[in-house]
């Protein structure tokens, strides 16, 4: 009788350590899942507002819409001595257009410290990506506004 409930004791523990155990590894599984959701979710947030924060804002001129230039995407690329002043824009012509477009960058103050022309000369429909260099010392800053005239 001591052997069959000792036997039974020990089959019980055996089933109780095994179900603890599987819990156990399904708990930590769902923590993981949850820790690794909300790690994607708040690096997903950093991003986003990094972007806003340091987003510079490109203005096309009136005179140059209605001369039938149209802007696509752009961005801003550093030199080698990491100074942001390059701008690679994205230009669209739906007219054809002989002459130069004047880059002007301001600050988020509206104080301009950057200027650049870039001279083209394309057909109707035409579409293409430009580099716009500025003098080595422009360096386009947080929130600037690039307008083109």
């Known amino acids: 009788m001591k052997k069959l409930f000792f036997v039974l004791t020990v089959l019980t523990l055996a089933c109780s ?74 230009l669209i012509t739906e007219k054809a257009f002989k002459g130069s477009l004047t880059f002007k960058v301001s600050d988020k103050k509206g104080v301009e410290f950057g200027r650049s022309q870039l001279t083209l000369d394309t057909k109707a429909g035409a579409a293409n990506y430009y580099d716009v260099v500025f003098d080595p010392r422009t360096d386009i800053e947080v929130k600037s506004t690039i307008e083109i005239n």
């Not at 949850?34 to 203005?59: C, H, N, Q, Y």
Request: charge should be negative; include cysteine; hydrophobic fraction near 30%.
């Open 17 to 90: 350590c095994s179900k603890v155990k599987e819990k156990t590894k399904e708990t930590l599984n769902k923590g993981g899942e949850t820790v690794g959701e909300m790690a994607t979710e708040f690096t997903e947030g950093v991003t986003e507002g990094v972007d806003r924060t340091l987003d510079s804002k490109i203005v096309l001129s009136e005179g140059l819409k209605q001369q039938g230039i149209a802007l696509g995407k752009y961005h801003i690329e550093n030199d080698s001595l990491g100074h942001n002043n390059k701008i690679v824009v994205y």
